[in-house]
């Protein structure tokens, strides 16, 4: 795992350019603490800054391949799971290997199939390629979507890195909101457009997607996407699959030269993917070691909502005994929570979800201590349909994305000016109609088979990359990886087609996933009802956000203000404004001194 960036231009030489290619690259030392280089050649200069997982010695980037009097420069961060048997295949047509590193193969995939590369690669990656030859720039996203990459053209140049703050460290990139920006802050919130770098004129590549540069010239490439068809199998034959499925891509997933743990929450995902993971290096006589995270006097102050039924920690508890573990658990108080609060807002250079996200990072910062590799649970409820929005008419029904049913809060602060100039409302349907056409429909199935399908969909390509670019961005703020199983592209296209009525299997969401891991857990861990990760409902945490918010208010050079209905924000701080739980007004706290430190700490302009 690593940060990459670069930089591309048409028009001059960079070999003189070592500062600024130097600042892009240190900006993301965090990502890559381990080890940092540069390469610079002709048109181009390329950062990167390692995490050592595999190959200590051999998997030294950028990687240079040198073809004739042309060089072909590989950065890439990630991990590529089936590169043994790409290397046997690639060794077998020829190509010869200085290291056992999986970065090694991904350069000689693509001296083979050039930007057909990705067709063979299962994995977690953003990579670019350079060729000279050809002075052409290649970025590549997995599947899914799990590693980040952004990049922006300016005056016949390219430049591209895993993070915003990449680019932000070049002369010519400025952090400027237009307003698409602002309705990408305020109108969807932290669940943002894919593609959408909410800046001005940055752009993101699209999780299945590749992008070529040429000179004058750029093409974007969709080499993945969900494909509808008839689900052919059987009840058994379809558990089987997937149990299969999940069995051998946690197998590839536990290779590391460097220790690898598991996230733990007591639910189904996770605790799944735990007692495979424990199995498996119980056979060569090894102990996996498990986290999990809980708040200081959660058993009191806890609080059913929409997507939390219970604690975490009886269930933590009982499935680490179970499945033989030895398993830490991190205690978090309010007041590390509010120290931390602006930290994911640094890591993802955008406002996120406050103290989900706080707890995500110093949960890895503990862990990171004992080792450099995890396992978590993401995409499984996206993919099995087991969120409570499937199961509800009235987001079946809605036509829109149907979190925003729970996110009403943040656009109803704006002031009355800032609602005419963004039309928040148009925004949203644009962009929910454009995620729409995107659906790959099937013929032949009900009206409710369709809305699950297009319900589905959303989740898979708008809701799935907020959950991903939040893990990858709290862990990788530590040097910490985190692999996601539930994101093998086998078993997402797999699991596209199996119809709902399937995955719900013996009256209960996600019951054919139960089944699949009936093997591997105890019957009530099974059908425990889905409990989203924890967020706190301390008072304490509640109270110190408030102060915050109302600081920020009576702050005139706050430049929040130009933006919010100040009087509504005051009174729902007062609790003056019976319609907004303070649940509901802690997240949106959050969200806004986010919104503010971020503007302020980025000197961000606006053009609207």
């Known amino acids: ?18 500062p600024i290619i130097d600042n892009m690259t240190s900006s993301i030392t965090h990502r890559g603490p381990d080890t940092g280089n540069t390469w610079l050649k002709g048109q181009a200069a390329f950062g990167q800054r390692r995490l050592i997982v595999i190959d200590p010695e051999g998997g030294l980037q950028p990687m240079v391949y040198q073809k004739g009097d042309h060089s072909i420069v590989l950065t890439y961060n990630g991990e590529i799971y089936n590169f043994k048997e790409l290397r046997e295949e690639l060794e077998a047509k020829g190509h010869t290997f200085q290291s056992s590193s999986d970065t090694e193969v991904l350069l000689h995939a693509y001296l083979e199939w050039e930007e057909d590369c990705v067709h063979h690669l299962n994995g977690i990656f953003a990579f670019s390629v350079w060729d000279e030859g050809k002075e052409q720039l290649m970025l590549g996203r997995d599947h899914l979507g799990v590693k980040p990459l952004y990049f922006a053209e300016r005056n016949g140049e390219i430049l591209f890195g895993s993070e915003l703050k990449t680019l932000f460290a070049h002369p010519s990139v400025k952090p400027v909101l237009d307003a698409d920006g602002l309705a990408e802050i305020f109108g969807l919130g932290p669940i943002r457009t894919p593609g959408q770098g909410v800046f001005k004129d940055i752009e993101e590549v699209r999780a299945g997607h590749y992008v070529l540069f040429q000179h004058n010239q750029r093409k974007t490439e969709q080499y993945w996407t969900l494909e ?10 379809t558990v089987s699959t997937i149990r299969s499925y999940l069995e051998d891509t946690v197998n590839r997933q536990l290779f590391a030269d460097r220790p690898v743990v598991s996230m733990l929450s007591g639910g189904l995902d996770s605790s799944g993917l735990t007692a495979i993971a424990s199995k498996q290096l119980e056979a060569s006589g090894e102990t996996l070691n498990t986290y999990s995270m809980d708040f200081e006097n959660s058993d009191d102050s ?3 909502d929409f997507l939390r039924v219970d604690r975490d920690e009886p269930w933590v508890e009982k499935v680490s005994q179970y499945a033989g573990t030895e398993h830490e658990s991190v205690i978090l108080n309010a007041q590390q929570l509010v120290d931390h609060l602006l930290v994911p807002m640094r890591a993802r250079d955008l406002p996120g979800v406050g103290e989900i996200e706080s707890s995500l990072y110093l949960l890895f910062t503990e862990m990171k201590k004992n ?10 409820d996206e993919v099995f349909s087991g969120y409570p929005w499937f199961h509800k008419q009235e987001f079946l029904d809605a036509e829109t994305f149907p979190w925003l049913l729970n996110m009403t809060g943040i656009s109803a602060i704006l002031s009355d000016s800032m609602k005419e100039k963004l039309n928040l409302p148009a925004y949203q349907k644009a962009r929910y109609e454009e995620a729409r056409k995107e659906v790959p429909v099937l013929e032949g199935e009900n009206e409710l088979q369709a809305k699950q399908r297009r319900m589905s969909y959303m989740f898979i390509t708008r809701f799935l990359p907020f959950m991903l670019d939040r893990k990858d961005r709290a862990s990788m703020m530590t040097g910490f990886e985190v692999r996601v199983p539930f994101c093998d592209y086998r078993l997402v296209e797999y699991l596209w087609n199996v119809p709902i009525d399937m995955k719900n299997v013996d009256g209960i969401e996600k019951g054919i996933l139960r089944r699949a891991l009936s093997d ?5 861990v099974l059908y425990r009802k889905k409990s989203a990760y924890p967020s706190t409902k301390d008072k304490e945490y509640f109270e110190a956000v408030k102060n915050w918010m109302i600081s920020i208010l009576n702050d005139p050079s706050s430049p929040l203000l130009a933006y919010i ?25 959050d969200y806004l001194i986010q919104i503010n430190e971020w503007m302020k700490e980025y000197n961000i302009q606006v053009e609207i």
């Open 1 to 18: 795992m690593c940060g990459i960036t670069g930089w591309v231009s048409w028009t001059r030489h960079l070999e003189h350019q070592e």
């Open 228 to 237: 509808s068809k008839q689900h052919t199998d059987d009840l058994d034959t």
């Open 302 to 304: 806890f609080e059913e």
């Open 371 to 380: 080792a450099t590799v995890a396992l978590s649970g993401e995409s499984a």
């Open 520 to 524: 591997y857990l105890p019957e009530d």
């Open 565 to 589: 209905n100040t009087e509504r924000v005051y009174k729902i701080a007062l609790g003056e404004v019976d319609d907004v739980h303070p649940s509901q007004a802690k997240s949106l706290f």
